[in-house]
C-alpha cells in the first residue's frame, strides 16, 4: 500500500513515497534517492522494504531544484539532466530535508520509534551524511559518491552505519576509496563491505552495471543490519 507525504520545512514543502507493510507498528526507513529522482527504481526499493516489514518513505530531495523528478538511467538525455540536477543539488540542505523526514516519519501512524536511513549513489554520501548529522537510529551506504571529502565527520557518529563499498567504481576512484577505508575501518559504529570486481550502482535493478549476486548479498547484510538495529 502506497501513499504521499508532504513534508513541511521553513524553507517550503516537498513530496515524500510512501510505502506501508501489512502489520503495523513497524519501524521506518527512509530511502535516500540516486540523481534520478524518486523514480520507480526507488518506489520499487520502498515497496521491497514495505514487503519486509517496514514503514518506507522516499523524499523528493530535488524540490528545490525543480520538483516530482522522476527519470531512468536508459537514455542520454536522462543522464544529461540527471547530472545537471546533481551540480545543482545543496549538500547541506539536502541531510537538513532528510532530518525533517525523519523528524516527520517519526510522528507517523504505525511508526515505532526506530527510524533508519538507506542511500544509494548521490544517497550514499547522504546516507553517511544522514548518519553523522542526525538522529537516524542505523544508516545503510551503498556506493557513495563524494564520502572521502567528508570522513572527517564520522567523529559525529554515534549509531550504526553499514557501507557497501564498489571496488571498481568509475565514480569513487581507489584513491577515493583508501581515504574512506583508512578513515573509517576502525570506527566502532561502522561496518564495511567492499566487492571485487563490482562497478557504481551494482545494486540497481536494470542498470548497466547490476549485479544479482552482489546485490543480493548487499541487499541481504542491509536487512539483516535494520532488523538488528531497528527491531
Known sequence: ???TLTITTPDGAFAAYVARPAATPAPAVVVIQEIFGVNKVMRDICDGLAAQGFIAVCPDLFWRIEPGIDITDQSEAEWKKAFELYNAFDVDAGVADIAATIAAVRALPGV??????VGYCLGGLLAFLT????DADAS???YGVGIEKHV????????????HVAEEDQFVPKEAQKVILDALKDHPQIEIHTYPGRDHAFARVGGAHYDAADAGKANARSLAFFKSNLG
Not at 548518519?131 to 542526525?134: E, I, S
Not at 564520522?154 to 552505519?161: F, I, M, Q
Open 140 to 142: 545503510v551506504s551503498y
Open 1 to 3: 500500500m502506497s501513499e
Open 131 to 134: 548518519a553523522a548529522r542526525t
Open 112 to 117: 515505532n520509534d526506530k527510524v533508519g536511513a
Open 152 to 163: 572527517a565527520e564520522a567523529e559525529k557518529l554515534a549509531r550504526p552505519l553499514l557501507m
